[in-house]
């Protein structure tokens, strides 16, 4: 058989494709069964969504409202042409996700909440909320059963980062806390991952 | 022997009823009209169109999530608008599982089941009255105002909709709460119909300067009556530069651009009314003609109707006229044309017709009189491809059920928010077009009003003992 240079070439094409299919798949073996535990992903889920926060609180809602004064936030954001209040912001977004169908879920809640739907409600939500007050930059994590699925529930806290937190929580008529600081823990997020 | 021939002939019998009945069910699926299948009768809101079945039911019968697919297409983006008080959100929501398991809102066919006549009552809701006391029969908690209100006052008594709350949240109220019966400044808003099509013209590069009968353009083997033009003219089609070819040579899909059609469709209109053919299409006036039926007649209307006048296809041109393209036409004479419940009767007796009147008659202001259209296809403000418009609400259905939905976009142009809320608790004055003073009176924006001062006087005293 004579050994053209483009049967060579067809040959070293079909030899670097299989190789890369084989790495490929060994890539893609390698993560699933190295996988991530349900607390890495509560967490990564989590630094996102605090770092996400905390940029609209502070660059948006504080310095428009409280440094340049040119924007009101309001609750009723739309009749007020206003700007969302940070926890209605957080709110949409968890409400946009289950929308989409996404498998966890994640709210904020309080001990002191302004809107008592957003009360703990479940043990573990009860539980949480106490831990993280009581033990400043720890997390908690608990699995829980709820409507018979199991879930990993993940539990942080929820530190006022600018006055527009505090002064807003402080004189709102409906707060059953008038007296926070900044840093103080005002709530926690609580993300939850299905586990069945 | 006489049994086994009776044994025959009953065999013969059962055999014969089963052809019957199979060849009569089998005729019901070949046909295009399919109501032999309904399984009951189906909802005012849906009735027009219960031989679309697969407008609901998709073309497979693919069940549940099939149907609620069908519910989120027509009514999602409305609750969207209203900022729905309950979304699907709140009931997927592992931490309200138990509120779920209770009732189960992930479908809006838990509470608004269709073709069950016998549990079906106001606006489509086949869930017993007392649905808000399964997640709220502990309010009192928190609102110590509502101590020993009956489980069915929540949505029945003018204070709270399950759905659309946007005139009835607490804020709300509290900001409202000391407005008089009729603002000094009553006034409904006034349509702005040329910031749109100045754009519109310009980019499709039409004309806009105003056409005298002589400049009516149509095909010369085309006959048209001399009446015709001259209505034609009067309208602000030929003042805006719209000849008859604009419309009569529309393209219409499947239609070549230059064929001349007698009798265009509603989607000639489209071009330049895309969000009134919208509207229209969503409301009961063209639902129908939405799902490709046949349009809807007067005479299978489910309302009090006049009987008499059936119209060939209800479309854009039945209330607005095929050449004269009257809006006030069509703001109360084809309303009245047509309906002849005892809402409608009265309205001529109305204070809201005598402000019409005055208004025409140039005796006050423009804006001030009320039509049909004004509270039932009402002027709304709407972002359309960049520019604010305020176009009519061609969905005449929209503001209907629960009828607190007319206030903040209807009433509170020229009424206060108390008394919108009454005005529109009373079915008699409702009947007699508004014709004297609420009989009722809804004590929403009082409690809301107490509570306001009880929590600032809490308020005060906490800031006194820090």
Same mark, same amino acid.
């Given at each position: ?196 | ?45 849906? %009735?027009?169109?219960? =031989? ?6 998709? +073309? /497979? *019968? ?5 149907? $609620? ?99 009835? %949240?607490?804020?709300? =109220? ?6 008089? +019966? /009729? *603002? ?5 808003? $006034? ?276």
């Amino acid at each position: 058989m004579k050994f053209t240079p483009f049967k060579a070439q067809l040959a070293a094409l079909a030899l670097t494709s299989s190789a890369l299919a084989v790495v490929m798949s060994g890539c893609s073996n390698s993560t699933a069964s190295t996988g991530i535990s349900p607390q890495v992903m509560a967490d990564s889920l989590h630094a996102v969504m605090a770092a996400d926060r905390t940029v609209y609180t502070k660059k948006v809602v504080n310095r428009l409202v409280k440094e340049d004064k040119v924007i009101k936030a309001s609750e009723h954001w739309q009749d007020d042409k206003a700007l969302p209040l940070p926890a209605q912001m957080f709110r949409f977004g968890a409400e946009l996700v289950a929308e989409k169908g996404a498998p966890f879920s994640y709210s904020l809640l309080s001990l002191w909440p302004i809107n008592k739907q957003n009360a703990p409600k479940t043990d573990a939500e009860k539980e949480g909320l106490e831990y993280i007050k009581d033990n400043p930059g720890e997390n908690f994590y608990k699995e829980e059963v709820l409507g018979g699925t199991k879930y990993f529930t993940a539990v942080y806290p929820d530190p006022a980062v600018a006055p527009a937190c505090v002064d807003c929580h402080n004189d709102h008529k409906d707060t059953p806390k008038s007296d926070f600081k900044i840093g103080d823990i005002m709530g926690g997020v609580v993300i939850r991952i299905p586990l069945s | 022997m006489a049994t086994a021939l009776k044994k025959k002939w009953i065999w013969l019998l059962w055999l014969m009823l089963n052809l019957v009945l199979g060849s009569y069910y089998a005729w019901g699926l070949i046909k295009e009209e399919k109501s032999l299948y309904l399984p009951g009768e189906t909802t005012s809101g849906h %009735y027009q169109i219960e =031989l679309a079945c697969d407008a609901c039911h998709g +073309e /497979t *019968f693919a069940g549940t999530d099939a149907l $609620q697919k069908a519910c989120v297409k027509c009514h999602g983006a409305e609750l969207k608008e209203v900022d729905d008080s309950h979304p699907k959100s709140k009931f997927t929501d592992p931490r309200n599982a138990d509120r779920t398991a209770i009732l189960d809102a992930r479908t809006c066919l838990t509470c608004h089941k269709e073709h069950a006549p016998q549990s079906t009552h106001t606006m489509g809701v086949t869930l017993p009255d007392d649905f808000c006391a399964y997640c709220h029969s502990k309010i009192e908690k928190d609102r110590p105002s509502h101590k020993g209100m009956a489980f069915d006052t929540c949505a029945n008594a003018g204070c709270h909709n399950f759905h659309d709350n946007k005139a009835l %949240y607490e804020d709300f =109220l509290v900001k409202h709460m000391d407005e008089p +019966e /009729t *603002f000094e400044t009553a006034q409904i808003p $006034q349509r702005n119909f040329m910031v749109f099509y100045e754009d519109y013209s310009k980019r499709k590069d039409l004309s806009i300067a105003p056409l005298a009968k002589s400049d009516a353009k149509f095909p010369g083997t085309v006959s048209v009556a001399a009446e015709i033009i001259d209505q034609w003219a009067t309208t602000s089609h030929a003042k805006r530069g719209v000849n008859c070819e604009a419309c009569h040579k529309g393209a219409e899909p499947n239609t070549p651009v230059a064929a001349w059609s007698d009798k265009p469709s509603e989607l000639t209109c489209k071009s330049c009314h895309e969000l009134e053919l919208t509207g229209f299409y969503a409301g009961k006036h063209g639902m129908r003609l939405a799902q490709m039926l046949p349009p809807m007649q007067v005479s299978e209307a489910r309302q009090i109707m006049n009987t008499e006048e059936t119209h060939d296809a209800l479309s854009c041109s039945s209330c607005h006229g095929a050449h004269e393209y009257s809006t006030q036409t069509a703001a109360v004479d084809s309303c009245m044309n047509c309906h002849k419940d005892d809402h409608t009767l009265a309205y001529k007796k109305s204070k809201h017709f005598e402000l019409l009147q005055q208004e025409l008659n140039g005796r006050v202001q423009q804006g001030s009189g009320v039509s049909c259209a004004t509270c039932h296809l009402p002027r709304v403000q709407q972002k359309h491809k960049g520019i604010e418009r305020i176009v009519v609400q061609h969905n005449q259905n929209r503001n209907l059920r629960p009828n607190e939905k007319m206030i903040r976009e209807v009433c509170m142009n020229c009424h206060g928010l108390g008394f919108s809320i009454d005005a529109l608790a009373d079915p008699k004055l409702i009947a007699n077009n508004f014709q004297g003073k609420p009989g009722k009176h809804i004590e929403s924006i009082q409690m809301a009003k107490i509570r306001e001062i009880e929590q600032a006087k809490k308020k005060a005293l906490e800031k006194q003992n820090q």
